[in-house]
């Protein structure tokens, strides 16, 4: 997901490698090491995990509907703007 490709950039302005994951609970952990302020995303990451990870696999069965895609869509706008925010000059 877009939030997803936020969170590693972050961590790579932050001189960090970013893991090989799309868990992005673990992403924003690792990022809050930087900037515990972050932490404050975490509904937002817990939401978007069941888009970035669940939805790959075809054993997890969520709902996927308009309400649900509204809420990821926004939820990826507060994670990308929060980043935007700290990486830019």
Do not use: W
Not at 27 to 50: M, Q, T, Y
């Amino acid at each position: 997901s877009a939030a997803e490709k936020y969170l590693k950039a972050f961590l790579a302005f932050s001189d960090t490698n970013p893991e090989r994951t799309h868990d992005m609970d673990e992403l924003l952990a690792e990022c809050s090491r930087f900037d515990p302020s972050l932490k404050a995303l975490v509904e937002d990451c817990g939401h978007l995990s069941v888009f970035s990870v669940d939805a790959r696999y075809p054993e997890f069965e969520g709902v996927y509907d308009e309400t649900a895609a509204r809420l990821a869509v926004a939820a990826a706008d507060r994670i990308s703007g929060a980043i935007r925010e700290r990486i830019q000059p």
